[in-house]
């Protein structure tokens, strides 16, 4: 088994994977919110 080194693994990838996410969750609660601003409209 390797040796382990505090600090040193590259996490470039979990970075990318949890901007994605960030991103896919924002755009999601946008539409969302629009969609219920929009129900609330022709609705009212």
């Not at 990838?13 to 609660?29: N, P, R, W, Y």
């Given at each position: 088994?390797?040796?382990?080194?505090?600090?040193?693994m590259?996490?470039?990838?979990q970075?990318?994977?949890?901007?994605?996410?960030l991103?896919?969750?924002?755009?999601?609660?946008?539409?969302?919110?629009?969609?219920?601003?929009?129900?609330?409209?022709?609705?009212?």
């Amino acid at each position: 088994m390797a040796e382990h080194k505090h600090g040193k693994m590259d996490t470039s990838v979990q970075e990318k994977t949890f901007d994605g996410f960030l991103s896919m969750v924002s755009k999601a609660s946008i539409i969302i919110i629009v969609a219920l601003i929009l129900l609330a409209l022709i609705g009212g």
